[in-house]
C-alpha cells in the first residue's frame, strides 16, 4: 500500500458544465465531472475483489475524488481502506436484509451520493434496493467477478436488468456468461483486475519461510494461492500431486489460502498418504515471499472469472500451469507463457507439472515471457478504464457526455 498517499492533480477537475469557459486553459486536457462515490462490499475475508477495492480507492484518492466504503464491521477493509476513503461500517446479513438496506440509503442521502459501485453478490442485492429508496437516486455500477451462469429465477435476473446503469466484468469470458444469460452486451464493459506489478517483482528475503513451514530448499515447490472453495478444485491438484510424488518422490506442495473445504481437503491428503508432501499455510499476508520460493504455480479452477493469483505468479518470474477455463485464457497463452490442460484432469494436470519441474529451459522461457505480457495487468490500467467508465455514466445521466 506504500506509494498511495495523495498528489498533486495535474488535469483540472471541473464540471462539464463549464467546459465551455476553459478553452483557453492549457493544461485542461480533458474535462471531468466531480463525482461522490460509494463503494458497498458485504465480504468479511480477503479476496481478489477486496484487494481490487484497495487498489481503486487508492487510485482514486489520488486523483481527488471523494469516496466512502461502506462494509461489514471488523472486515480487513476497514482496516486497509481508512487511509483511502471514508469508512461506514454496516453489518449486512444476506441480500435480503432490509435494516442493512435503510442504513445504506440514509448514508446514500446523507452524503449526498452520486454513484455507488457494487463489489460483491450480496452487496449487489442490498445497494441496488437501497439506492432505489433513497431519494438522491445515484447511478449503479456492478462488479462480476465469477463465470457462474445467473440463477435460474425472476429476481437474480432482475438484479441485472432493473436499474444498473453498467455491469463490469473482470473478463470477456464473463461478459459471454452474461450475454447468453440474457443482459445486453452494451450494459457490460470489460476491465481486467490489475497488480501491483512493482510489489512481485521486486527481490525480497524469504528464507524465513523455508522454517516456519518446514521446507527443504533443495526440493521443488509447487503451489497454489485461493480460497478453499468448490469451483477451485483442490480436489483435481491434490489429485496431480498424488500423481507427482510417484515419480518425484520429494516434490513439495503448498496450498495457500483457508475457506470452507479445508478440513475436508486435510482428510483427502490423508487418504493420499501425502501428509509429508502437502502444507496447508491457511490465510497469508506475504504472498509476495511465498511467490518467490515456489518452482511452479497451479491454478486448477473448473470455473474461473479471471484469477490475478496468476497474474501476480507472473510477475514473480514464476512459471504457470492453469486450467482451460473462464478467463484464464486470457491471460495464459498455452506453450508461450504458460501451460493450460482441461479442467478436472488430474493426469494432464500432473504430466504439466513434472515438465515445469524437469525441464528448466521451458520453465525459463515460460517466465520470462509471462513476465513482460503480465505487464498490461496493471493496477493504475484498472484504476483508469473504472474512472471511465464513471465518467461516462455520469456523463449520460447530467446530459453532458462529449
Request: proline fraction near 4%.
Amino acid at each position: 500500500m506504500s506509494g498511495c498517499k495523495p498528489q498533486h492533480i495535474l488535469t483540472t477537475v471541473i464540471t462539464m458544465k463549464h467546459a465551455k469557459n476553459v478553452k483557453n486553459v492549457k493544461n485542461v486536457k480533458k474535462a471531468k465531472i466531480t463525482i461522490k462515490i460509494l463503494h458497498i462490499d458485504t465480504s468479511l475475508d480477503w479476496r481478489g475483489g477486496q484487494q481490487q477495492l484497495l487498489y481503486l480507492s487508492c487510485g482514486l484518492q489520488k486523483k481527488g475524488y471523494p469516496q466512502l466504503i461502506a462494509c461489514q464491521p471488523n472486515s480487513l477493509l476497514v482496516k486497509r481502506c481508512q487511509e483511502y476513503a471514508s469508512i461506514t461500517p454496516v453489518r449486512m446479513r444476506g441480500e435480503w436484509d432490509i435494516a442493512a438496506v435503510w442504513k445504506l440509503a440514509q448514508l446514500i442521502d446523507l452524503k449526498g451520493v452520486q454513484l455507488i459501485h457494487l463489489h460483491s453478490a450480496h452487496a449487489h442485492a442490498l445497494g441496488l434496493m437501497a439506492a432505489n429508496i433513497s431519494k438522491s437516486k445515484p447511478a449503479v455500477v456492478v462488479s462480476r467477478r465469477v463465470d457462474f451462469h445467473l440463477r435460474k429465477n425472476p429476481l437474480s435476473w432482475l438484479k441485472y436488468k432493473m436499474g444498473v446503469y453498467k455491469i463490469i466484468a473482470v473478463s470477456n469470458a464473463v461478459k459471454q456468461v452474461l450475454v447468453s444469460d440474457g443482459i445486453h452486451p452494451e450494459m457490460i464493459d470489460i476491465v481486467y483486475d490489475g497488480i501491483d506489478v512493482e510489489q512481485f517483482s521486486r527481490n525480497m528475503d524469504s528464507d524465513y519461510l523455508y522454517q516456519e513451514l518446514g521446507l527443504n530448499p533443495c526440493y521443488p515447490i509447487v503451489g497454489i494461492i485461493s480460497a478453499l472453495a468448490p469451483h477451485k478444485d483442490h480436489k483435481t491438484f491434490l489429485q496431480a500431486c498424488s500423481h507427482v510424488k510417484k515419480t518425484n518422490h520429494f516434490v513439495q506442495f503448498l496450498i495457500v489460502g483457508d475457506g470452507e473445504l479445508r478440513w475436508k481437503l486435510q482428510q483427502m491428503v490423508k487418504r493420499l498418504n501425502m501428509g509429508n508432501n502437502v502444507i496447508f499455510t491457511g490465510f497469508r499476508d506475504d504472498i509476495p515471499q511465498i511467490l518467490s520460493i515456489m518452482d511452479v504455480f497451479v491454478a486448477s479452477s473448473y470455473l474461473e472469472g479471471l484469477n490475478t493469483s496468476i497474474l501476480e505468479a507472473q510477475s514473480s518470474g514464476v512459471p504457470v500451469i492453469a486450467t482451460k477455463t473462464g478467463g484464464i485464457p486470457e491471460i495464459i497463452r498455452d506453450g508461450i507463457n504458460g501451460l493450460l490442460v482441461l479442467p478436472k484432469h488430474p493426469d494432464s494436470l500432473a504430466e504439466g507439472i513434472r515438465k515445469l519441474i524437469n525441464n528448466k529451459t521451458l520453465s525459463s522461457q515460460l517466465a520470462a515471457t509471462a513476465k513482460e505480457d503480465v505487464q498490461r495487468f496493471n493496477k493504475e490500467a484498472m484504476i483508469d478504464a473504472t474512472e471511465a467508465i464513471y465518467q461516462r455514466v455520469m456523463g449520460v445521466l447530467t446530459g453532458t457526455q462529449q
